[in-house]
């Protein structure tokens, strides 16, 4: 009997030193950062995976070694882990990673859609992010069409409100334009709803027109209202708008960055010297302060203005004054 309870008391110490020896092992491991580079590591948990699945691609990856601590450590803190992509910072330990991995603070990215641009120009821009799933075809501009873009839309121009855009893996150049999309929908929705009585337009895709128009003579914030008056009275007056900016939209590749006066004379749709009123599209992405100059121009008597050399314009009333500004740009008296 005697010696039965030395060996149990033996068994027991064994297991309690055992016990001991585990518990130091696995604080260890809690207190032990995973080997991730300094400058930290994208890691993507996929649909459906489970902790197993994670440890398996963690040490796949040299990041830690499977073991029966992983094991132990989700038994005793369970967690839901979303699917996304993560950046796994260095000093994390395992605590640390799965509690990101099941926190849903995935990795964004931006894309920026840029005042001024022309649908061309977005197309090249979302065919060059790495980081967005490519499943439109944008390489052809035959197929810019609305049945392959938006149904309700009968030209992409214009049509995609200027901002910067987070999105996160999985997300495609399709999202980006649908949310875009509504995005210009609500902003020109607000703007027409803000509009001047009076103005010469008959409908909110006018004003977008007339926007885009804006958005492409000037930068300067304090010039969109004049520039907008100007042609508001333009429209008014049934005088032609003469705008060069959409003349070089109806060349389209033909411009190589010089506009000519055999340019201004031949007739395309967008031609603005030789046809009255707006032209058939809008011929960029107006911002929302475009936007709402369109549908707010300044009063005013201008009828016209011309570069100033110094990054704006000056304004003129009469045709003489044009013609004067004109030449004190071009270096005549």
């Known amino acids: 009997m005697k010696t039965v309870l030395i060996t149990a008391l033996a068994v027991l110490v064994l297991a309690g030193a055992t016990l001991g020896f585990a518990w130091s092992r696995y604080q260890q491991f809690l207190q032990t950062p995973l080997a991730i580079p300094v400058t930290g590591e994208l890691f993507e948990v996929q649909p459906g995976y489970g902790g197993a699945d994670i ?48 926190s849903g603070r995935v990795v964004a990215y931006q894309f920026t859609l840029v005042e001024g641009w022309t649908f061309r120009q977005l197309a090249q821009a979302l065919l060059a992010d790495p980081n967005l799933e490519h499943v439109l075809d944008l390489t052809d501009p035959s197929q810019w069409t609305p049945s392959n873009l938006f149904p309700d839309m009968q030209h992409p121009e214009g049509w995609f409100l200027p901002e910067t855009y987070q999105f996160t893996k999985g997300d495609s150049d399709r999202d980006i334009l649908l949310r875009a999309h509504a995005a210009m929908q609500e902003a020109l929705d607000d703007a027409w709803e803000r509009r001047a009585t009076g103005l010469p337009l008959d409908s909110p895709y006018e004003l977008l027109i007339l926007a885009s128009i804006i958005e492409k003579e000037t930068a300067l914030e304090e010039e969109r209202g004049q520039i907008s008056g100007v042609f508001v009275r333009r429209l008014n007056k049934r005088m032609r708008l003469q705008t060069d900016p959409t003349v070089i939209y109806g060349m389209g590749e033909d411009f190589d960055g010089d506009i000519r006066r055999k340019d201004l004379r031949t007739d395309t749709p967008y031609n603005t010297y030789t046809r009255h009123g707006l032209p058939p599209t809008p011929i960029a992405m107006p911002g929302r302060a475009s936007l709402l100059a369109a549908a707010s121009p300044e009063p005013g008597e201008t009828l016209y203005f011309v570069a100033n050399g110094k990054g704006g314009h000056t304004f003129s009333k009469t045709l003489a004054e044009h013609q004067a500004a004109v030449n004190k740009l071009i270096g005549k008296n």
């Open 55 to 102: 440890v398996r691609q963690l040490s796949e990856r040299g990041f830690t070694q499977a073991g029966w601590e992983w094991k132990l450590l989700m038994r005793l803190e369970p967690a839901i882990y979303r699917a996304g992509e993560y950046r796994l910072q260095v000093g994390s330990g395992p605590r640390e990673v799965l509690a990101l991995l099941a």
